[in-house]
T-cell receptor, first 115, second 108 residues
């Protein structure tokens, strides 16, 4: 079956522009995660959804970052007034269950470059 | 604070040589640890988790709570093992804390 998909795969934004990154999780997966991966670093947690509820947004770096999953399926990560330090790969992951016993499946990522 | 440390950015070995990718963690509770792998032009995927205590693609990892380590080992490296390897710790529901990663290069 289809895995986690993300779009766009690449995004170039001028500083100050708003961007929206989309994640389509595996069908039926309850949990959805966003991670940010800067160059040369491991992924860093941004936020977590269980169905449509955003249960943890402790990793969002500023109030310019906003995520939603209104129907408990597709999720969008929005970054307002992009800055150069926002340049990174944004990874989405989904898992079947609500607890940590289920594997997280990662998407291919969206590479955001802010110029 | 919870943290995962992978001290080597690059590990370069010849085919058939043993491999050990180091991972150390700091965590106040009972940790659950994972190794993820990313092959060239592929997405991040789970390699193994400590609670499974299984060998995947010839790799094993043992959790050593005394040394707070979870090193990944393989007795005989293959060229197809060349990839980025990330050690990760689960905190809370499902939140993963990753190390910076180690690039394994296996030369013929």
């Amino acid at each position: 079956g289809a895995g986690v998909s993300q779009s766009p795969r690449y995004k170039v934004a001028k500083r100050g522009q708003d961007v929206a990154l989309r994640c389509d999780p595996i069908s039926g997966h309850v949990s959805l995660f966003w991670y940010q991966q800067a160059l040369g670093q491991g992924p860093e947690f941004l936020t977590y959804f269980q169905n449509e509820a955003q249960l943890d947004k402790s990793g969002l770096p500023s109030d310019r970052f906003f995520a939603e999953r209104p129907e408990g399926s597709v999720s969008t990560l929005k970054i307002q007034r992009t800055q150069q330090e926002d340049s990174a790969v944004y990874l989405c992951a989904s898992s079947r269950g609500e607890d940590g016993s289920y594997e997280q499946y990662f998407g291919p990522g969206t590479r955001l470059t802010v110029t | 604070a919870q943290r995962v440390t992978q001290p080597e950015k690059l590990l370069s070995v010849f085919k058939g040589a043993p491999v050990e990718l180091k991972c150390n963690y700091s965590y106040s509770g009972s940790p659950e640890l994972f190794w993820y792998v990313q092959y060239s032009r592929q997405r991040l995927q789970l390699l193994l988790r400590h609670i499974s205590r299984e060998s995947i693609k010839g790799f094993t990892a043992d959790l050593n709570k005394g040394e707070t380590s979870f090193h990944l080992k393989k007795p005989f490296a293959q060229e197809e093992d060349s990839a980025m390897y990330y050690c990760a710790l689960r905190r809370g529901y499902n939140k993963l804390i990753f190390g910076a990663g180690t690039r394994l290069a296996v030369h013929p």
